[in-house]
């Protein structure tokens, strides 16, 4: 709330930047812009984004725009059905939910879908130079939607062996689903998994 056009640009000259990586959203599942898919940091009455790259914009300053993947508490808390179970021991699970820590989502469930939406609003509304994805990797997954779609496919659930091919196989789901989501919009921007 106390952005300040000035001092964002004297930091930015006092530290030589020639790029730097602003938030779209955060591991909280807040956006820092105005949404239509998603929910606004509730501490935010302006387009945060929009004034950090519009600044970067006027000083020629190479600006990727943030987007926390792997984590979303937000969503987390909505969706039971998203969530990364990471075990198939119900206590484990119960009480990996209720630590405080920042939880996983899922890329095999409806939360891929969703997080491809908010690609493609920040690619329509900013047109930046590149997207910068957060927390990324292939995840051994016990949710209902991967033990239903490992069975599909004939894999074994009990199978350690075939739940990480599984794991493969949704990370490059989610893969090609964000970079379509950027290339649907752009064929210069960068896309960086971290």
Known sequence: EKFSKEQFISQLKNGHIDSITVFSKCHHGWSYHPTEVNEMHPGLSFDLLGAQLEVCREMNINAPVYISAGYDEKAYDKHPEWRWIHSTDE?????????????HLCFNTGYLDALCSQIEEVMINYNPCGIFLDIISPKVCYCETCKRDMK????????????????AITFNKYASSVNAAVRKHSDTATIFHN
């Open 91 to 103: 206590n484990d699970i119960k009480e990996f939910h209720e630590e405080a820590h920042f939880h």
């Open 152 to 167: 599909e496919l004939g894999m074994d659930i009990e199978s350690y062996d075939d739940c990480k091919k599984f794991a």
